[in-house]
Protein backbone atom coordinates (compact mmCIF):
# COMPACT_ATOMS: atom_id res chain seq x y z
CA UNK A 1 0.00 0.00 0.00
CA UNK A 2 1.33 3.40 -0.79
CA UNK A 3 2.17 5.67 1.87
CA UNK A 4 0.56 9.61 2.33
CA UNK A 5 -0.30 11.76 4.68
CA UNK A 6 -3.46 11.96 6.50
CA UNK A 7 -4.72 15.12 4.26
CA UNK A 8 -3.31 13.58 0.74
CA UNK A 9 -5.84 10.19 2.15
CA UNK A 10 -8.93 12.79 2.80
CA UNK A 11 -8.59 14.47 -0.51
CA UNK A 12 -7.84 10.89 -2.54
CA UNK A 13 -10.45 9.15 -0.51
CA UNK A 14 -13.00 12.45 -1.85
CA UNK A 15 -11.79 12.29 -5.31
CA UNK A 16 -12.26 8.51 -5.17
CA UNK A 17 -16.21 9.40 -4.18
CA UNK A 18 -16.72 11.75 -7.25
CA UNK A 19 -16.74 14.71 -4.75
CA UNK A 20 -16.11 18.02 -7.28
CA UNK A 21 -16.17 20.70 -4.63
CA UNK A 22 -15.59 21.63 -1.14
CA UNK A 23 -17.81 24.03 0.90
CA UNK A 24 -15.14 25.76 3.34
CA UNK A 25 -13.57 27.63 5.96
CA UNK A 26 -10.08 27.86 6.96
CA UNK A 27 -8.45 27.44 10.42
CA UNK A 28 -5.54 26.10 11.98
CA UNK A 29 -7.07 22.56 12.91
CA UNK A 30 -7.50 21.58 9.08
CA UNK A 31 -4.88 23.83 7.08
CA UNK A 32 -3.28 20.30 6.18
CA UNK A 33 -6.59 19.69 4.63
CA UNK A 34 -6.60 22.83 2.62
CA UNK A 35 -2.53 22.43 1.45
CA UNK A 36 -3.66 18.77 0.18
CA UNK A 37 -6.84 20.50 -1.87
CA UNK A 38 -4.73 22.95 -3.48
CA UNK A 39 -3.41 19.88 -5.53
CA UNK A 40 -6.30 18.26 -6.41
CA UNK A 41 -7.28 18.89 -10.29
CA UNK A 42 -11.20 17.57 -9.95
CA UNK A 43 -11.98 19.08 -6.17
CA UNK A 44 -13.07 23.17 -6.23
CA UNK A 45 -12.56 24.62 -3.13
CA UNK A 46 -15.30 27.18 -2.26
CA UNK A 47 -14.18 29.63 0.72
CA UNK A 48 -17.03 31.29 2.71
CA UNK A 49 -17.51 33.86 5.05
CA UNK A 50 -18.80 32.03 7.84
CA UNK A 51 -19.21 27.92 9.17
CA UNK A 52 -22.67 28.09 8.86
CA UNK A 53 -22.83 28.96 5.09
CA UNK A 54 -20.41 26.13 4.28
CA UNK A 55 -23.06 23.57 5.40
CA UNK A 56 -26.04 25.78 4.02
CA UNK A 57 -23.91 25.40 0.87
CA UNK A 58 -23.27 21.82 0.91
CA UNK A 59 -26.94 21.12 1.75
CA UNK A 60 -28.39 23.38 -1.69
CA UNK A 61 -25.53 21.35 -3.89
CA UNK A 62 -26.79 17.95 -2.42
CA UNK A 63 -30.44 18.81 -3.43
CA UNK A 64 -29.55 20.28 -7.10
CA UNK A 65 -26.86 18.10 -7.96
CA UNK A 66 -28.50 14.86 -6.30
CA UNK A 67 -25.49 13.97 -4.62
CA UNK A 68 -23.79 14.88 -1.78
CA UNK A 69 -22.45 17.92 -0.94
CA UNK A 70 -19.05 18.20 1.39
CA UNK A 71 -18.04 20.96 3.89
CA UNK A 72 -15.18 21.49 5.82
CA UNK A 73 -14.77 23.52 9.30
CA UNK A 74 -12.97 23.84 11.86
CA UNK A 75 -13.66 22.53 15.07
CA UNK A 76 -15.56 23.63 18.62
CA UNK A 77 -17.05 27.22 17.30
CA UNK A 78 -17.12 26.25 13.29
CA UNK A 79 -18.21 22.71 13.82
CA UNK A 80 -20.89 24.87 16.30
CA UNK A 81 -21.86 27.50 13.78
CA UNK A 82 -22.51 24.91 10.99
CA UNK A 83 -25.07 22.99 13.12
CA UNK A 84 -28.02 24.84 11.88
CA UNK A 85 -27.26 24.27 8.64
CA UNK A 86 -26.56 20.10 9.47
CA UNK A 87 -29.73 20.41 11.71
CA UNK A 88 -31.48 21.96 8.27
CA UNK A 89 -30.44 18.76 6.44
CA UNK A 90 -31.34 16.00 8.85
CA UNK A 91 -35.08 17.75 8.46
CA UNK A 92 -34.53 17.52 4.81
CA UNK A 93 -33.45 14.66 4.21
CA UNK A 94 -30.50 15.65 2.47
CA UNK A 95 -26.93 14.35 2.07
CA UNK A 96 -24.56 16.56 3.55
CA UNK A 97 -20.85 15.49 4.70
CA UNK A 98 -19.60 17.89 7.61
CA UNK A 99 -15.70 17.18 7.83
CA UNK A 100 -15.24 19.21 10.89
CA UNK A 101 -11.70 19.04 12.58
CA UNK A 102 -10.67 18.78 16.23
CA UNK A 103 -8.22 19.19 18.92
CA UNK A 104 -4.75 17.09 18.84
CA UNK A 105 -5.63 13.52 19.03
CA UNK A 106 -3.14 13.58 22.42
CA UNK A 107 -5.54 15.81 24.24
CA UNK A 108 -8.95 14.57 23.84
CA UNK A 109 -10.80 14.01 26.80
CA UNK A 110 -8.42 15.67 29.10
CA UNK A 111 -9.86 19.46 29.67
CA UNK A 112 -7.01 20.96 28.93
CA UNK A 113 -8.32 24.29 27.46
CA UNK A 114 -7.23 23.31 23.73
CA UNK A 115 -7.89 25.92 21.14
CA UNK A 116 -11.48 25.30 19.66
CA UNK A 117 -12.35 22.48 22.36
CA UNK A 118 -15.59 21.02 22.45
CA UNK A 119 -15.82 17.82 24.76
CA UNK A 120 -17.29 14.84 23.01
CA UNK A 121 -18.25 17.13 20.11
CA UNK A 122 -19.43 14.10 18.40
CA UNK A 123 -22.22 13.83 20.96
CA UNK A 124 -23.36 17.07 19.79
CA UNK A 125 -24.00 16.16 16.34
CA UNK A 126 -25.81 12.76 17.07
CA UNK A 127 -28.83 14.43 17.08
CA UNK A 128 -28.65 16.20 14.02
CA UNK A 129 -26.96 13.21 11.74
CA UNK A 130 -27.39 10.04 10.68
CA UNK A 131 -24.05 8.46 11.42
CA UNK A 132 -21.11 10.20 12.70
CA UNK A 133 -17.39 9.13 13.82
CA UNK A 134 -14.38 10.34 14.79
CA UNK A 135 -10.79 8.60 13.32
CA UNK A 136 -7.99 7.93 14.76
CA UNK A 137 -5.31 6.45 12.63
CA UNK A 138 -4.22 7.67 8.83
CA UNK A 139 -5.15 4.32 7.48
CA UNK A 140 -9.11 4.66 8.76
CA UNK A 141 -9.55 7.98 6.36
CA UNK A 142 -10.61 6.43 3.14
CA UNK A 143 -12.85 3.45 5.51
CA UNK A 144 -14.27 6.68 7.14
CA UNK A 145 -15.33 8.83 4.32
CA UNK A 146 -16.76 5.45 2.18
CA UNK A 147 -18.73 4.75 5.08
CA UNK A 148 -20.06 8.44 5.28
CA UNK A 149 -20.73 7.93 1.62
CA UNK A 150 -22.49 4.92 1.94
CA UNK A 151 -24.47 6.21 4.75
CA UNK A 152 -25.69 9.34 3.10
CA UNK A 153 -26.33 6.85 -0.23
CA UNK A 154 -28.90 4.29 0.78
CA UNK A 155 -31.57 4.08 2.65
CA UNK A 156 -32.64 7.84 4.40
CA UNK A 157 -30.35 10.30 3.02
CA UNK A 158 -29.20 12.28 5.66
CA UNK A 159 -26.41 14.40 7.03
CA UNK A 160 -23.10 12.78 8.57
CA UNK A 161 -20.18 14.21 10.39
CA UNK A 162 -16.75 12.74 10.10
CA UNK A 163 -13.89 14.19 12.57
CA UNK A 164 -9.86 14.73 12.15
CA UNK A 165 -7.72 15.50 14.59
CA UNK A 166 -4.77 17.92 13.18
CA UNK A 167 -2.02 15.41 14.06
CA UNK A 168 -3.68 12.72 12.26
CA UNK A 169 -4.20 14.96 8.95
CA UNK A 170 -0.23 15.94 9.43
CA UNK A 171 0.97 12.18 10.06
CA UNK A 172 1.87 9.73 7.50
CA UNK A 173 0.72 6.51 6.87
CA UNK A 174 0.26 3.27 4.44
CA UNK A 175 -3.60 3.74 2.90
CA UNK A 176 -5.55 1.87 1.03
CA UNK A 177 -8.21 4.44 -0.98
CA UNK A 178 -11.54 2.67 -1.35
CA UNK A 179 -13.56 3.59 -4.84
CA UNK A 180 -17.03 4.36 -5.20
CA UNK A 181 -20.08 1.88 -4.86
CA UNK A 182 -23.22 2.21 -5.78
CA UNK A 183 -25.93 0.25 -3.87
CA UNK A 184 -29.20 -1.41 -5.10
CA UNK A 185 -32.23 0.45 -4.08
CA UNK A 186 -34.14 -0.85 -1.19
CA UNK A 187 -37.07 -3.05 -2.59
CA UNK A 188 -40.40 -3.82 -1.18
CA UNK A 189 -41.85 -7.22 -0.08
CA UNK A 190 -43.61 -9.03 -3.11
CA UNK A 191 -46.63 -10.04 -0.38
CA UNK A 192 -47.29 -6.50 0.83
CA UNK A 193 -46.92 -5.19 -2.96
CA UNK A 194 -50.05 -7.83 -3.57
CA UNK A 195 -51.80 -6.21 -1.07
CA UNK A 196 -51.42 -2.90 -1.79
CA UNK A 197 -52.21 -3.86 -5.44
CA UNK A 198 -55.42 -5.21 -4.44
CA UNK A 199 -56.71 -2.84 -2.23
CA UNK A 200 -55.94 0.17 -4.87
CA UNK A 201 -58.06 -2.21 -7.24
CA UNK A 202 -60.65 -2.42 -5.59
CA UNK A 203 -60.64 1.32 -4.63
CA UNK A 204 -63.63 3.70 -5.56
CA UNK A 205 -61.93 6.76 -4.74
CA UNK A 206 -58.28 6.81 -4.01
CA UNK A 207 -55.76 8.98 -3.66
CA UNK A 208 -52.18 9.51 -3.36
CA UNK A 209 -49.53 11.37 -0.91
CA UNK A 210 -46.11 12.37 -1.91
CA UNK A 211 -43.18 13.90 0.33
CA UNK A 212 -39.43 14.38 -0.29
CA UNK A 213 -38.72 10.55 -0.34
CA UNK A 214 -40.52 10.87 -3.98
CA UNK A 215 -38.23 13.75 -5.13
CA UNK A 216 -35.22 12.04 -3.91
CA UNK A 217 -35.74 8.57 -5.12
CA UNK A 218 -36.55 10.79 -8.71
CA UNK A 219 -40.42 8.50 -8.60
CA UNK A 220 -42.17 11.44 -9.98
CA UNK A 221 -43.00 9.85 -13.39
CA UNK A 222 -43.72 6.62 -11.65
CA UNK A 223 -46.42 8.46 -9.08
CA UNK A 224 -47.73 9.98 -12.30
CA UNK A 225 -47.84 6.73 -14.14
CA UNK A 226 -50.02 4.70 -11.27
CA UNK A 227 -52.27 8.33 -10.32
CA UNK A 228 -53.47 8.38 -13.68
CA UNK A 229 -53.92 4.11 -13.89
CA UNK A 230 -55.97 4.61 -10.71
CA UNK A 231 -57.61 8.03 -11.69
CA UNK A 232 -56.13 9.38 -8.14
CA UNK A 233 -55.81 12.75 -7.13
CA UNK A 234 -52.34 13.56 -5.86
CA UNK A 235 -51.25 16.05 -2.76
CA UNK A 236 -48.11 16.80 -1.61
CA UNK A 237 -45.83 18.01 0.93
CA UNK A 238 -43.64 21.21 -0.26
CA UNK A 239 -40.45 18.88 0.03
CA UNK A 240 -42.13 17.08 -2.82
CA UNK A 241 -43.17 19.75 -5.23
CA UNK A 242 -41.23 19.41 -8.80
CA UNK A 243 -41.61 15.37 -8.48
CA UNK A 244 -44.72 15.55 -10.44
CA UNK A 245 -45.15 18.80 -12.33
CA UNK A 246 -47.78 21.57 -11.21
CA UNK A 247 -49.55 20.76 -14.40
CA UNK A 248 -50.47 17.40 -14.23
CA UNK A 249 -53.86 16.57 -14.46
CA UNK A 250 -54.37 14.52 -11.44
CA UNK A 251 -52.10 16.90 -9.23
CA UNK A 252 -54.13 19.05 -7.14
CA UNK A 253 -51.22 21.18 -4.73
CA UNK A 254 -49.97 21.46 -1.55
CA UNK A 255 -51.03 20.35 2.14
CA UNK A 256 -49.38 22.85 4.07
CA UNK A 257 -49.67 25.19 7.39
CA UNK A 258 -53.19 23.36 8.33
CA UNK A 259 -54.53 25.07 5.38
CA UNK A 260 -55.95 24.24 1.42
CA UNK A 261 -57.82 21.44 0.27
CA UNK A 262 -56.19 17.95 1.92
CA UNK A 263 -58.04 17.32 4.61
CA UNK A 264 -61.23 17.37 2.71
CA UNK A 265 -59.99 15.22 0.12
CA UNK A 266 -58.49 12.93 1.95
CA UNK A 267 -61.61 12.62 4.76
CA UNK A 268 -63.66 11.60 1.31
CA UNK A 269 -60.75 9.25 -0.19
CA UNK A 270 -61.16 5.21 0.83
CA UNK A 271 -57.77 3.96 -0.15
CA UNK A 272 -54.68 6.66 -0.06
CA UNK A 273 -51.14 5.95 -0.99
CA UNK A 274 -48.79 7.53 0.85
CA UNK A 275 -45.45 7.73 -0.53
CA UNK A 276 -41.95 9.40 1.23
CA UNK A 277 -43.66 11.54 3.79
CA UNK A 278 -44.13 11.86 7.15
CA UNK A 279 -47.74 11.76 6.62
CA UNK A 280 -48.51 14.99 8.96
CA UNK A 281 -51.20 16.27 6.54
CA UNK A 282 -53.59 19.42 8.57
CA UNK A 283 -57.17 18.53 8.90
CA UNK A 284 -56.84 14.85 8.09
CA UNK A 285 -57.12 12.08 10.64
CA UNK A 286 -57.85 7.99 9.12
CA UNK A 287 -60.95 6.95 10.10
CA UNK A 288 -62.51 3.34 10.21
CA UNK A 289 -63.29 1.80 6.81
CA UNK A 290 -60.35 3.55 5.30
CA UNK A 291 -57.09 2.06 4.28
CA UNK A 292 -53.86 3.86 4.37
CA UNK A 293 -50.79 2.53 2.29
CA UNK A 294 -47.88 3.70 3.51
CA UNK A 295 -44.12 3.27 0.92
CA UNK A 296 -41.11 5.06 3.47
CA UNK A 297 -37.54 3.92 3.19
CA UNK A 298 -37.45 4.35 7.04
CA UNK A 299 -38.59 1.97 9.28
CA UNK A 300 -39.40 4.80 11.67
CA UNK A 301 -41.08 6.31 9.78
CA UNK A 302 -43.46 3.00 9.20
CA UNK A 303 -43.51 2.92 13.08
CA UNK A 304 -45.69 5.86 13.75
CA UNK A 305 -49.30 5.43 14.14
CA UNK A 306 -50.65 7.30 10.94
CA UNK A 307 -53.45 4.49 11.04
CA UNK A 308 -51.58 2.80 8.80
CA UNK A 309 -52.86 -0.14 7.11
CA UNK A 310 -50.08 -1.88 4.91
CA UNK A 311 -46.61 -0.88 5.60
CA UNK A 312 -43.97 -1.20 2.79
CA UNK A 313 -40.01 -0.39 3.98
CA UNK A 314 -38.74 0.10 0.63
CA UNK A 315 -37.45 3.11 -1.69
CA UNK A 316 -40.11 4.99 -3.14
CA UNK A 317 -39.45 4.39 -6.68
CA UNK A 318 -38.99 0.55 -6.27
CA UNK A 319 -42.17 0.35 -4.25
CA UNK A 320 -44.43 2.62 -6.67
CA UNK A 321 -42.80 0.56 -9.89
CA UNK A 322 -43.83 -2.86 -7.69
CA UNK A 323 -47.36 -2.17 -7.39
CA UNK A 324 -47.66 -0.53 -11.12
CA UNK A 325 -46.71 -3.84 -12.25
CA UNK A 326 -48.96 -5.86 -9.88
CA UNK A 327 -52.02 -3.29 -11.32
CA UNK A 328 -51.14 -3.87 -14.65
CA UNK A 329 -51.41 -7.66 -13.80
CA UNK A 330 -54.76 -7.23 -12.91
CA UNK A 331 -56.10 -5.19 -15.51
CA UNK A 332 -57.07 -2.04 -13.77
CA UNK A 333 -57.07 1.01 -15.74
CA UNK A 334 -59.26 3.71 -15.24
CA UNK A 335 -58.15 6.50 -17.42
CA UNK A 336 -61.69 6.55 -19.04
CA UNK A 337 -63.44 10.32 -20.30
CA UNK A 338 -64.05 11.10 -16.25
CA UNK A 339 -60.38 10.87 -15.23
CA UNK A 340 -59.03 13.72 -13.54
CA UNK A 341 -62.47 15.21 -12.28
CA UNK A 342 -62.04 14.61 -8.64
CA UNK A 343 -58.26 16.13 -8.95
CA UNK A 344 -59.94 19.04 -11.39
CA UNK A 345 -62.35 19.81 -8.48
CA UNK A 346 -60.14 20.23 -5.88
CA UNK A 347 -57.27 22.22 -8.07
CA UNK A 348 -60.35 24.83 -8.37
CA UNK A 349 -61.09 25.14 -4.61
CA UNK A 350 -57.52 25.46 -3.79
CA UNK A 351 -57.24 28.25 -5.88
CA UNK A 352 -60.62 29.83 -4.61
CA UNK A 353 -59.26 29.74 -1.35
CA UNK A 354 -55.96 31.15 -2.10
CA UNK A 355 -57.27 33.84 -4.36
CA UNK A 356 -59.92 34.74 -1.09
CA UNK A 357 -57.46 34.39 1.58
CA UNK A 358 -54.45 35.75 0.28
CA UNK A 359 -54.37 38.20 -2.46
CA UNK A 360 -51.61 40.49 -2.16
CA UNK A 361 -49.50 37.74 -1.31
CA UNK A 362 -50.42 35.77 -4.41
CA UNK A 363 -49.73 38.56 -6.78
CA UNK A 364 -46.00 38.62 -5.38
CA UNK A 365 -45.70 34.69 -5.85
CA UNK A 366 -47.04 35.09 -9.43
CA UNK A 367 -44.79 37.54 -9.92
CA UNK A 368 -42.26 35.74 -9.49
CA UNK A 369 -43.34 32.70 -11.33
CA UNK A 370 -44.08 35.03 -14.14
CA UNK A 371 -39.95 35.77 -14.42
CA UNK A 372 -39.14 32.57 -13.88
CA UNK A 373 -38.67 29.90 -16.52
CA UNK A 374 -39.37 26.07 -15.57
CA UNK A 375 -36.09 25.08 -15.27
CA UNK A 376 -35.91 27.35 -12.32
CA UNK A 377 -34.25 26.55 -9.28
CA UNK A 378 -36.19 28.49 -6.03
CA UNK A 379 -35.45 28.58 -2.51
CA UNK A 380 -37.79 29.81 -0.19
CA UNK A 381 -36.82 31.15 2.67
CA UNK A 382 -38.68 31.73 5.84
CA UNK A 383 -40.16 35.34 4.59
CA UNK A 384 -43.86 35.73 3.79
CA UNK A 385 -43.90 35.36 0.01
CA UNK A 386 -41.59 32.36 0.80
CA UNK A 387 -44.24 31.12 2.89
CA UNK A 388 -46.78 31.10 0.17
CA UNK A 389 -45.07 29.99 -2.61
CA UNK A 390 -44.88 26.77 -0.98
CA UNK A 391 -49.20 27.11 -1.92
CA UNK A 392 -48.77 29.03 -4.78
CA UNK A 393 -45.80 28.76 -6.88
CA UNK A 394 -46.54 26.15 -9.80
CA UNK A 395 -43.22 23.80 -10.42
CA UNK A 396 -43.20 22.75 -13.83
CA UNK A 397 -40.96 20.08 -14.88
CA UNK A 398 -37.93 20.41 -15.10
CA UNK A 399 -37.89 23.39 -11.96
CA UNK A 400 -37.13 22.21 -8.30
CA UNK A 401 -38.34 23.82 -5.45
CA UNK A 402 -36.02 24.26 -1.91
CA UNK A 403 -37.40 24.33 1.41
CA UNK A 404 -35.57 24.33 5.34
CA UNK A 405 -38.51 21.33 5.84
CA UNK A 406 -39.65 21.43 9.14
CA UNK A 407 -36.36 22.72 10.54
CA UNK A 408 -38.11 26.46 9.57
CA UNK A 409 -34.97 28.50 10.18
CA UNK A 410 -34.26 32.18 9.65
CA UNK A 411 -31.26 32.55 7.37
CA UNK A 412 -31.72 29.63 5.43
CA UNK A 413 -32.35 30.52 1.99
CA UNK A 414 -29.05 33.34 0.85
CA UNK A 415 -26.63 30.15 2.12
CA UNK A 416 -28.32 27.71 0.80
CA UNK A 417 -29.67 29.47 -2.86
CA UNK A 418 -25.89 29.97 -3.10
CA UNK A 419 -24.86 25.72 -2.95
CA UNK A 420 -27.74 25.30 -5.45
CA UNK A 421 -26.33 27.88 -7.99
CA UNK A 422 -23.18 25.90 -7.84
CA UNK A 423 -24.80 22.71 -8.73
CA UNK A 424 -26.68 24.17 -11.14
CA UNK A 425 -24.76 25.80 -13.29
CA UNK A 426 -26.64 27.99 -16.10
CA UNK A 427 -30.36 27.07 -14.54
CA UNK A 428 -31.48 30.36 -12.80
CA UNK A 429 -31.64 30.22 -8.90
CA UNK A 430 -33.57 32.32 -6.87
CA UNK A 431 -33.91 32.91 -3.13
CA UNK A 432 -36.50 34.44 -1.75
CA UNK A 433 -35.92 35.87 1.71
CA UNK A 434 -37.18 38.16 4.20
CA UNK A 435 -35.10 41.42 5.29
CA UNK A 436 -34.37 39.49 8.65
CA UNK A 437 -33.41 36.51 7.06
CA UNK A 438 -31.22 38.01 4.75
CA UNK A 439 -29.44 39.95 7.46
CA UNK A 440 -28.06 36.77 9.02
CA UNK A 441 -25.39 36.02 5.62
CA UNK A 442 -25.44 39.43 3.70
CA UNK A 443 -21.58 38.49 4.28
CA UNK A 444 -22.00 36.20 1.49
CA UNK A 445 -22.74 38.80 -1.06
CA UNK A 446 -18.24 38.49 -1.25
CA UNK A 447 -18.70 34.77 -1.73
CA UNK A 448 -21.23 35.25 -4.54
CA UNK A 449 -19.14 37.76 -5.95
CA UNK A 450 -15.74 35.97 -5.23
CA UNK A 451 -16.60 32.55 -6.91
CA UNK A 452 -18.41 33.96 -9.41
CA UNK A 453 -21.88 32.49 -8.45
CA UNK A 454 -24.42 34.12 -10.01
CA UNK A 455 -27.47 33.90 -8.41
CA UNK A 456 -30.27 36.28 -7.76
CA UNK A 457 -31.42 37.21 -4.42
CA UNK A 458 -34.78 38.67 -3.91
CA UNK A 459 -35.12 40.33 -0.10
CA UNK A 460 -38.26 41.23 0.57
CA UNK A 461 -38.10 44.42 3.07
CA UNK A 462 -41.25 44.85 5.28
CA UNK A 463 -38.75 46.54 8.47
CA UNK A 464 -39.97 43.68 11.20
CA UNK A 465 -39.70 40.07 11.75
CA UNK A 466 -42.88 39.86 9.73
CA UNK A 467 -44.55 36.52 11.17
CA UNK A 468 -43.90 37.46 14.69
CA UNK A 469 -44.84 41.24 14.31
CA UNK A 470 -48.13 39.81 13.34
CA UNK A 471 -48.46 37.51 15.65
CA UNK A 472 -48.27 40.18 18.48
CA UNK A 473 -50.80 42.54 16.33
CA UNK A 474 -53.44 40.17 16.19
CA UNK A 475 -52.84 37.76 19.13
CA UNK A 476 -51.52 40.08 21.65
CA UNK A 477 -52.86 43.58 21.30
CA UNK A 478 -50.27 45.22 18.88
CA UNK A 479 -47.88 45.04 21.64
CA UNK A 480 -44.78 45.52 19.86
CA UNK A 481 -41.72 44.26 21.00
CA UNK A 482 -38.33 43.45 20.06
CA UNK A 483 -39.75 42.31 16.27
CA UNK A 484 -39.18 46.03 14.24
CA UNK A 485 -36.05 46.51 13.28
CA UNK A 486 -33.23 49.06 10.71
CA UNK A 487 -32.45 47.83 7.54
CA UNK A 488 -29.57 48.59 5.85
CA UNK A 489 -29.79 50.69 2.89
CA UNK A 490 -29.67 47.87 0.44
CA UNK A 491 -28.27 49.33 -2.61
CA UNK A 492 -25.18 50.52 -0.48
CA UNK A 493 -24.96 47.07 1.21
CA UNK A 494 -25.00 45.47 -2.03
CA UNK A 495 -22.69 47.86 -3.91
CA UNK A 496 -20.04 47.30 -1.07
CA UNK A 497 -19.46 44.10 -2.53
CA UNK A 498 -19.68 45.37 -5.95
CA UNK A 499 -23.38 43.17 -6.53
CA UNK A 500 -25.77 44.84 -8.38
CA UNK A 501 -28.77 46.20 -7.47
CA UNK A 502 -32.18 47.13 -7.82
CA UNK A 503 -35.35 48.68 -5.55
CA UNK A 504 -38.83 47.82 -6.55
CA UNK A 505 -42.05 48.35 -5.04
CA UNK A 506 -44.73 46.04 -7.45
CA UNK A 507 -45.12 42.60 -8.19
CA UNK A 508 -44.93 43.73 -12.31
CA UNK A 509 -41.77 45.81 -10.75
CA UNK A 510 -40.63 42.71 -9.72
CA UNK A 511 -41.39 40.79 -12.63
CA UNK A 512 -39.48 42.87 -14.77
CA UNK A 513 -36.24 43.30 -12.28
CA UNK A 514 -36.18 39.55 -11.90
CA UNK A 515 -35.71 38.92 -15.81
CA UNK A 516 -33.61 41.56 -16.29
CA UNK A 517 -31.46 40.14 -13.81
CA UNK A 518 -31.56 36.60 -14.40
CA UNK A 519 -30.41 37.88 -17.92
CA UNK A 520 -26.93 38.89 -16.74
CA UNK A 521 -23.92 37.26 -15.99
CA UNK A 522 -23.37 38.41 -12.17
CA UNK A 523 -25.02 37.90 -8.96
CA UNK A 524 -27.80 40.31 -7.90
CA UNK A 525 -29.78 41.42 -5.35
CA UNK A 526 -33.41 42.84 -5.67
CA UNK A 527 -34.77 44.48 -2.51
CA UNK A 528 -38.46 44.52 -2.48
CA UNK A 529 -40.80 47.39 -0.33
CA UNK A 530 -44.12 45.41 0.72
CA UNK A 531 -46.53 45.92 3.74
CA UNK A 532 -46.58 42.88 6.64
CA UNK A 533 -49.36 40.80 5.73
CA UNK A 534 -50.56 37.67 7.43
CA UNK A 535 -48.42 34.62 6.42
CA UNK A 536 -50.31 30.99 5.89
CA UNK A 537 -49.79 29.37 9.48
CA UNK A 538 -51.70 32.41 11.33
CA UNK A 539 -54.69 32.21 8.99
CA UNK A 540 -56.29 29.48 11.38
Known amino acids: MPEMTGAEA????????????????PGVQIMAAFDALRDSQSIRLVSTRHEQTTAYMADGYARVARRPGVALVVPGPGALNATAAVGTAYAASSPVLLISGQIPSGTLGKGDGQLHEVEEQLDVFKPIVKWNTRVSSVSEIPGAIHEAFKQMTTGRPRPVELEIPPDILAATGEVEIMEAELYPAQQPADDLVARAAEALAGAEKPAIVIGGGVLRAEAGP??????????????????????VPAGHPQYVGVHYAQIGVSGELLGESDVILVVGTRFMVPGFKAKDGQTIIKIDVDQRELDKDHGTTIAIEADAKAGISAICDALRGRGVDKTGDSAGDRASEYREKLQAFLDDAAPVQLAWVNAVREATGDDAVLIAGMTNIGYWSHIAYDVREGGEFITSGYFGNLGFGFPTALGAKVAAGDRPVVALCGDGGFMYSPQELATAKQHGINLV?????NGAFGASRWDQEHRYGDREIGTEFFNPDWDTLAAAFSVRSKGVDTPAGLTAALREALALDEPSLIHVSLPIMAPPFQLV
Open 10 to 25: LRRSLEAEGVDTVFAL
Open 222 to 243: EVATIAETLDAPIVGTQQAKGS
Open 457 to 461: AVVFD
